[in-house]
């Protein structure tokens, strides 16, 4: 059974940083293409960040140079660190894992940005 399991989201105020990460079981980690997404109330959910097999990361221009995606293939984890918050980051934050066009999620995990 494949669980992705996300963890660390929070209140925090602007400016702050938050490190989320994403458990996986249940699938051969180091395969697969790694992703995290965000959902705003009232929004679509967007893609943000990637990383693929061989560990190449990819960014909205919203999180460029702010945040950065990580993965551990020995402890089948992957990871978020998210500085300079802004109000705007407010939203629901997925992981997800691609092998063969079928997607995996997680079960999300709230991130607050307020003064």
Known sequence: QVQ???SGGG???PGGS???????????????FLSWY??????QRELFASIGSNGNA???DSVKGRFTIT?????????????DLKSEDTAVYYCNARYAAVDHWGQGTQ?????
């Open 18 to 32: 938050l490190r989320p990460s994403c458990s996986a079981s249940g699938i051969t980690f180091r395969f697969y």
């Open 4 to 6: 992705l399991v996300e």
């Open 38 to 43: 965000r959902q705003a109330p009232g929004k």
């Open 58 to 60: 990819r960014y909205a």
């Open 111 to 115: 991130v607050t940005v307020s003064s």
């Open 71 to 83: 993965r551990d293939n020995d402890k089948n984890t992957l990871s978020l660190q998210m500085n």
């Open 11 to 13: 209140l925090l105020q």
